[in-house]
């Protein structure tokens, strides 16, 4: 048993992965615990930029039938699924409550946000991208009646509001870890999906992160059958934001909401439809209201904001890819 422990210890210093916190050095984990307050400090400005917004926070759902299916899209990286037997019924670790959002904000709350934790079980060689998680969590948010470009523009201001509110809260902790925060200015650039492909071809995503010194909005991805596509021009209305040298923080859209074109969606990816009943039902009836939302993710916002080396630097139990730290 402690020569496991040796080999996952060794392994974990060798790749450059996050320390676990009886591992580390005073030093490092006078680091850690700076990028902990600072993330601190952001989860309570976006959670209250959120409700000067007029979104009410909700508590987050863990364990449902239905969650993301992150497919088709192409940028998942799931190995395995979590499925559990409780009272009889197969539940799954939820992916992200995108489901639970449109739901919500069709029979409940017209503007509503969760910091949502989020298990999804990457492939193990993602480890080392710096980027990924097995276990995160989300700002997931959703807004009945708005549209896109509105929900672009909300995120941009927090971003820009909460640069400035941790510049100058946060000093002591920022000399602590010889980072400043990053300067940026709004509204963000705006890239074609398709022209993005052409320049860099089908890696687009690890190289445009390269390219950019300023976060970028990119637009027009097949994904999912909640985000919503254009019948005629076949466009989809929807969004990711990248970072400089990091990559993805956030995804959203204009979501779909009837029945015949999400039920094709559905089909044409291979999506199982049983596990969406439910959604398709409400659909069908006329109940699901148009909306659109995001999700952040939060450690890598954290983990921008800090220059961490990798996003499991700021989370106090790392949860990486391929490796089961002892807590």
């Known amino acids: 048993m402690e020569y496991e422990k ?40 976006a959670e209250g930029f959120m409700r000067r917004e007029g979104f009410v926070q909700m508590l987050p759902v863990l364990l449902s039938p239905i969650t993301d299916p992150l497919w088709p899209d192409p940028a998942a990286g799931i190995y395995k699924r979590l499925e559990v037997d409780i009272y009889g019924t197969t539940v799954r670790t939820m992916h992200s409550m995108i489901v639970h959002k449109l739901v919500g904000t069709s029979m409940l709350l017209d503007r509503f946000f969760v910091v949502s934790p989020n298990i999804r079980l990457e ?6 991208t710096g980027r990924h998680l097995f276990e995160f969590s989300q700002m997931d948010f959703e807004a009945s009646g708005a549209s896109s ?33 990053p300067r940026f200015k709004i509204p963000f650039s705006v890239y074609e999906r398709e022209e993005l492909e052409k320049e860099y071809g089908k890696d687009w995503e690890d190289e445009l992160p390269k390219h950019i010194s300023e976060p970028a909005w990119i637009v027009d991805l097949p994904r999912e059958f909640y985000d919503f596509e254009d019948p005629e021009t076949h466009r989809w209305d929807n969004f990711d934001l990248y970072l400089p040298k990091r990559g993805e923080l956030v995804t959203g859209a204009l979501r779909e909401f009837e029945y015949e074109k999400m039920l094709s969606k559905m089909e044409g ?59």
Do not use: C, N
């Open 6 to 45: 040796q080999k996952i210890d060794e392994g974990i210093e060798k790749r450059g992965l996050p320390k676990p916190l009886h591992r580390m050095s005073e030093k490092e984990r006078l680091e850690r615990r700076a990028r902990i307050r600072i993330g601190s400090e952001i989860l309570a400005y």
């Open 123 to 128: 492939k193990p060689e993602r480890a080392s």
């Open 149 to 181: 470009a509105e929900i672009r523009s909300l995120i941009e201001r927090m971003l820009h509001g909460l640069a400035g509110h941790v510049g100058s809260s946060m000093k002591d902790e920022f000399s602590a870890i010889g980072a400043e925060v």
């Open 269 to 327: 990816a291979g999506v199982k439809k049983e596990l969406y009943s439910l959604l398709l039902e409400l659909a069908k009836d006329g109940r699901i209201r148009q909306s659109a939302g995001a999700g952040i993710g939060m450690e890598r916002l954290i983990a921008w904001f800090t220059d961490a080396p990798h996003v499991g630097d700021v989370q106090a139990f790392p949860k990486v890819p391929g490796v089961v730290y002892e807590l």
